[in-house]
């Protein structure tokens, strides 16, 4: 119990350092991101893989808290895939060797022994498809450090039911370390986590839940890890209908806040997430996951009727002795960008 506040406590205040000291190297050196209508540092997800890594490893070194067969080779993995996302960070990288990539992570962390051949094929694919569903999360301020965080505590409490006590540190230590980011990457964000954090994070949560559940019965460990996942699985489905339907860029366009939307997506986490952890400690029926499933239905359906991103207003049509006139001290309104948000001086300068 002692050991995993201090724990806890050492990975916030490392990955918040980390992340400070990452955001000046970032800017000195030019490794950023045009997120909006601001230009933000990278490497954020360095700064959550170190902390977790080197919290979780310092506890295995010093045998207080052994992370076991399962969860060593999963943040070993998660490491690799973090190098990935790093290398992806700094130059392009086609999508399909990152999803070769982290294909290859998930099947040397896959259970086969409970899943046996055909379900740990199935479990790969579901840490792959979840991972890029955080990926996809990495679209605005807070979203994805916020879903990460909500999604660890619950697997973490998961895994200690199964009495999983190596896999529920390791879960303890990457909920702590994002939020210590989040000090640094919530809205307006001083540093993002790029694909280095995101795949981090999306793959060790995902291959954690694969371990946790699988030796649990089929409707009940599928129930499970639909709940925990739900909305990232959302996210990525509204994202593939275009630029612009992330679902946090669609509550922007309905009015709410960056702050606002980090807000509502964590208590959607947060949701599916309890739902999920009660099902894994039997209090509730497998059958509740059905009620996720159908919001994730609507929300899906209802945001695939609007367009992805509001049209752009038409441009006045001039006169032939000059510009089109206007009504007395009217101010010049700003360009937008595609999904309707006013875009900064500086970028209106240069379109």
Known sequence: MLYGIVAAIAALLLTAALAALLRMFALRFGVVERRRLRVVPLLGGVA??????????????????PLGADAGRLLVAGIGVALLGLVADLRAVPLAVQVGGVGVAAALTVPYGELGLLGGVLGVAW???????????????????????????ALSGCAAAEVMDGTAALLSVLAAALTGFLMQGRPPAR???????????????????????????????????????AVGLVDLALAA?????HLAHRLRRGGLTPRG??????????GGALVGLLID???????????VA???????????VGPSSRPRRPCPI??????????????????????????????????
Not at 294 to 304: E, S
């Open 191 to 229: 540093i993002v986590p790029g694909r280095c954090g995101a795949l981090f994070t999306g793959f060790v949560l995902a291959g954690a839940a694969v371990v946790v559940h699988g030796g649990r019965e089929t409707g009940s460990g599928v129930a499970a890890l639909f709940s925990l996942t």
């Open 281 to 291: 400690l039997g209090w509730v029926d497998p059958s509740a996951a059905w009620w």
């Open 261 to 270: 939307v980090m807000v509502v997506i964590g208590a959607a986490a947060f």
């Open 318 to 351: 001039p006169s032939p002795g000059g510009s089109a006139p206007g009504p007395p001290n009217a101010r010049r309104a700003r360009p937008q960008t595609p999904d309707g948000l006013e875009m900064a001086r500086s970028d209106a300068r240069c379109a």
């Open 241 to 245: 209908r275009g630029p612009g339907g």
């Open 48 to 65: 959550v893989a170190g902390g977790t890594a080197l919290v979780a490893g310092a506890g295995e070194w010093t045998e207080v808290a």
């Open 127 to 153: 840490i792959v498809f979840v991972t890029f569903a955080f990926v996809s999360l990495d679209h605005a301020d807070g979203v994805m450090g916020t879903v990460g965080v909500v999604t660890a505590f």
């Open 294 to 304: 159908g919001v994730v239905a609507v929300v899906v359906l209802v945001g695939g």
